[in-house]
């Protein structure tokens, strides 16, 4: 980088003044694991991104033909299918899909259609637990496996074969504890698409956790635009300005690792660098009011390292888990990976989300956002059944849910506060295109990259 003639730069390598996500963390004196250690940005292009791409009809029209029956989608988790027989009906747009524990050992899935009339097999968005599938209209029957069990009225239908009238599957592979599929017929394998998430994610096993809560709730927007909103920290300052005396957006670390995972990274008990007013490590430390009050800052210490040393002790001895060799940054920062095309990963222990954002059925003006929040099992503990999500309408505040603090539910309700201004603002633009910065908004025009990728194949 030029620093002597900033406008000298290329673009997309300029980046915030003051210190990084970088300076940061190497200032906890922390061992940090290889991937905290990885940098990867690169420039995208800046041409503007057309808004049609958010309300158009053909253009979600499009998507559900081209984009969600080609890619790897997670519907569930271990948690939610522990028994033979259990199964989750998983549905994206017009498509509904099976997913079932056929064995102790084996999951299948089906797509969920009866193959005399249609008729779904099992209902939309639901789990439970059934010893074959009985359709609710006439009657026809297939084991767990798949395979045809019984037709009513067998004799008026001699131009069915057993053999043909098996329940057609959908591709479906297991990574860290959660199931994915893959309606095309010839999916590249689950662990190539995943590529340098896997990498990543062998020092943050996920199959090690558990789903402790799970927030659905309705966004008044495309589900693109939604999930944007938790691409880029840029929002912040202006968003969630209550938090920058003790919170680093702005001078978040954006990676691109591949066509299909993206990574941002921000430090937590470190100011914004926007923040202008002087703080001590003590004022900042009180001011985030996530230690006991008379918490202090020993000499030379940092608000970082009270914090994580506080977490450690308390989420470790709340859960039976070992902490100790956690970085601060693992403990306390807002690390965040995202999965083309849906999915986000936080390998945190304090912020341990896991979000999917899926068109809510035929609309593109609404999406279903997932949140849950995966928690480290104890040595030996068994995984308990996955909870029932907590379904909340678009006016309802996520902090109404029991479970998830005031703290993180106010900040969910101001990321997705923006979106039905924004959805109507795509609407009523006379500028059809949307402006992104270079480096804070390069996930975004990553992932519209990649969807060109599958629209134009
Ligand atoms: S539609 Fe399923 S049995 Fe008739
Ligand atoms: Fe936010």
Known sequence: MNIENPEALKPGEARCPGASTRDVVNGDGCRLPEPLLAENYEFLGDGDLPVDRYVSRDFFDAEMKKLWPKVWQWACRDEHIPEVGDYYAYDIGPYSILVVRVAEDEVKAYHNSCLHRGTQLRPSDSTGNVPHFRCPFHGWTWNLDGSLKEIPCRWDFPHVSDAEFSLPEVHVAKWGGFYFVNMDDDPVPLEEYLGPLARHFE?????????????????????????????????????????????????????????RVSRFYHTFGFPDPSWTEPLTEQEILDRTGMVPPGSTVPPGGTARSVMAAHMRKVLGEERGIDLSERSDSEMLDSIEYH??????????????????????????????????????????????????????????????????????????????GNLEMQQRGFKAARKRG????NYQEVRIRRLHQTLDSYLNA
């Open 434 to 437: 949307e402006t992104l910065g």
């Open 339 to 416: 999965l083309f095309p849906n999915m986000f990963l936080f390998p945190g222990i304090a912020l341990p989300m896991i979000y999917r954002f899926r068109p809510n059925g035929m609309d593109p003006d609404s999406a279903i956002f997932d949140l849950l929040f995966l928690e480290q099992l104890a040595p030996g503990q068994q995984r308990p059944e996955a909870p029932e999500p907590h379904r909340i309408d678009i006016g309802t505040s996520y902090e109404t849910v029991p479970g998830i603090g005031s703290f993180l539910g106010h900040i969910y309700d101001q990321d997705t």
């Open 203 to 259: 020092t943050w096993p996920l199959a090690d956790r558990y789903v402790r809560l799970h927030i659905q709730k309705i966004l008044p927007a495309n589900w693109k635009a939604a999930q944007e909103a938790f691409l880029e920290a840029y929002h912040s300052m202006e968003t969630h300005s209550h938090i920058m005396a003790y919170s680093a957006n702005l001078n978040a670390q954006y990676d691109v690792f591949s066509e």
